[in-house]
């Protein structure tokens, strides 16, 4: 298609009507094209250069694909499997990436692994501020009916639970009285 619109001679001027454009024409001009020297500057390196990376030492547990026949050359080790979520994980790694209870499994052990997180730092005496943590300020400046709705349901749930308890209490209470009087 070599029309004489777009000849190299006539290629090389942006018409007056898309001048206003910042980089229009930009891939018509080889000159106009801030990436083009570049490109292959420096060349590409010669010989073959397809040999893998070197194993990474494997110093914790890595869980490993089913689909994988070893494991990857280079991995991440922030946090080995612990806990109930690490066996929860370990599970999830028995299954297929493409079945579904593999990721389901994996879901429930994040959250999981948060619940065993709070419970650390209560052991080591610092109370997380769960609603700083969780973005609640955010939440309540800029989903306001959001917030309100989580807040009502959470101080539901709580005096449920609260009541549950109390009457629990009582039960027991009352229960250790006929005890008492029968022995």
Do not use: C
């Not at 094209?33 to 893998?52: N, Q, V, W």
């Not at 990436?97 to 389901?104: G, I, P, T």
């Not at 499994?105 to 650390?120: P, S, Y």
């Amino acid at each position: 298609m070599n029309t004489p619109a777009n000849t190299p001679e006539n290629a090389l001027e942006v018409p007056a009507r898309f001048a206003h454009i910042k980089g229009w024409g930009a891939d018509l001009d080889h000159a106009n094209r801030p990436a083009y020297p570049m490109e292959r500057m420096p060349a590409r390196l010669k010989g073959d250069h397809s040999h893998p990376p070197a194993q990474q030492p494997q110093t914790v547990e890595i869980l490993q694909s089913i689909e994988r026949p070893s494991i990857t050359p280079l991995f991440g080790t922030p946090n080995p499997p612990s806990g109930v979520s690490g066996m929860l994980r370990r599970a999830a790694f028995k299954y297929s990436e493409s079945d579904l209870r593999h990721w389901m499994i994996l879901l429930f052990a994040d959250r999981v692994n948060m619940v065993e997180g709070l419970g650390a730092d209560l052991v080591r005496g610092h109370v997380p501020n769960v609603f700083a943590e969780m973005g609640g300020k955010a939440e309540f400046k800029y989903n306001r009916e959001a917030a309100m709705q989580k807040a009502l349901v959470v101080s539901t749930v709580a005096l449920v639970g609260l009541l549950l308890w109390r009457q629990n209490r009582r039960h027991d209470r009352s229960y250790q009285r006929r005890l008492s009087r029968r022995g």
